[in-house]
């Protein structure tokens, strides 16, 4: 059986925001200094249950390129999941073989000029099973690069796709089994972007359950979830309630409470954290204790060197009659001269900066676009 336990690093950047004659809103990230950083070398997984019949211990080991992506992980059953990545940093493949099992499969991702994923192709086979999906995405065109279609090609004939509809505080996402609609879920946002109710509605079938809804409730910060209720059109309530204690910012304890129709029960997770603030352990206490899982974590930290300057990724010509050029990509930055329609520039660096998106055409020379200022050329 395949367990894949994906490890998701960030780096959380401070932003500040300011309004310009180009652009609005920008976020300005502040540099990465050294330009090493801590990467998980191993990841040790230890499960004990209540009845010692279901006993386990496993670890997965960790391998980065020059960038700090994960390139390789090797699990204990002797499988693997290879990555390779684009000049932009994004992923481009993923492989994952088990000789156990016989199996391998593969995925493929394509992103268009703004670093947008456009296209998802999923091969597998194992035995007498082999198959391959593929996935394509469109985007609103207002500058948010928030999607508004997720098409799905089946071999089995069958063509289905997602729609999205945004509100000022939320969004539907739609689902069609070719031309049938076949089930929704509504989304309502509090004023920090989260989700304080999700009523989902199914369409002639019966894999869903019509007008079912899940409730959030938040701390005082409008962040911090403590209650989650799920209703269901045909049965009571289930209630999960999220109890915090943060006292110690090297040890934190998150505590789950359940309530189902007929029972309660308790979980609880304890994370430790080191000097670097990377978490090195974490104690899972199952539903009715039935399960304890220790995962211990061992890092190294890699200062890697600068990659050579890759030149040019691509060339983009200016549609409107004139840009700021800045020399950060923000416009709280320095204005260091100006671009002019028809104008045409390499493109060395993008980075999107909330709804926006910037091209860096030299040295300190960045140029902002909402999606409809340029345009790539060959």
Request: proline share 3%; glycine share 6%.
């Amino acid at each position: 059986m395949k367990r894949l336990l994906v490890i998701i690093m960030t780096l959380l950047m401070i932003c500040g925001c300011s309004k310009g004659n180009d652009v609005n809103n920008e976020i300005e990230p502040e540099p990465v200094e050294p330009n090493g950083v801590w990467v998980i070398v191993e990841e040790s997984i230890n499960a004990t249950y209540a009845d010692k019949t279901k006993d386990a211990s496993y670890s997965t080991k960790y391998e980065y390129d020059q960038n700090g992506q994960v390139i390789q992980k090797l699990y204990y059953n002797g499988s693997v999941s290879k990555y390779e990545y684009d000049k932009n940093q994004n992923k481009t493949r993923e492989l994952y073989i088990d000789p156990e099992d016989d199996y391998w499969s593969t995925t493929y991702y394509e992103y268009d000029e703004r670093g947008r994923l456009i296209k998802e192709i999923e091969k597998c086979f194992g035995g007498y099973f082999q198959d391959t999906d593929r996935y394509t995405y469109e985007y609103l065109e207002d500058g948010t690069d928030r999607i508004s279609k997720k098409n799905s090609y089946l071999e089995n004939g069958i063509n289905i796709y997602y729609c999205y509809e945004y509100t000022d505080n939320g969004f539907t996402e739609s689902c069609y089994f070719g031309n049938d609609l076949a089930h929704s879920a509504k989304h309502t946002f509090n004023e920090k972007g989260k989700d304080t109710e999700v009523i989902f509605s199914e369409y002639g079938r019966s894999n869903f359950y019509p007008d079912s809804a899940v409730y959030y409730e938040y701390a005082e910060d409008n962040e911090t979830l403590i209650k989650e209720t799920s209703y269901k059109n045909w049965g009571p309530k289930w209630i999960t309630e999220y109890e915090y204690d943060y006292s110690d910012p090297n040890h934190l304890i998150n505590v789950y409470k359940y309530t189902y129709p007929d029972s309660t029960a308790e979980s609880k997770k304890e994370t430790f954290i080191d000097e670097n603030g990377n978490v090195v352990k974490t104690i899972d206490v199952g539903i009715g204790n039935d399960k304890v899982e220790t995962t211990e974590y061992k890092y190294d930290f890699i200062d890697f060197e600068q990659p050579d300057n890759p030149g040019p990724m691509f060339k983009m010509k200016i549609k409107v009659k004139e840009i700021n050029i800045r020399s950060k990509p923000t416009t709280n930055s320095e204005i260091a001269g100006k671009v002019a329609k028809g104008d045409v520039y390499e493109v060395y660096e993008t980075t999107t900066a909330e709804e926006y998106h910037w091209y860096r055409i030299g040295d300190d020379q960045w140029v902002a676009d909402d999606g409809t200022w340029t345009e790539r050329v060959e």
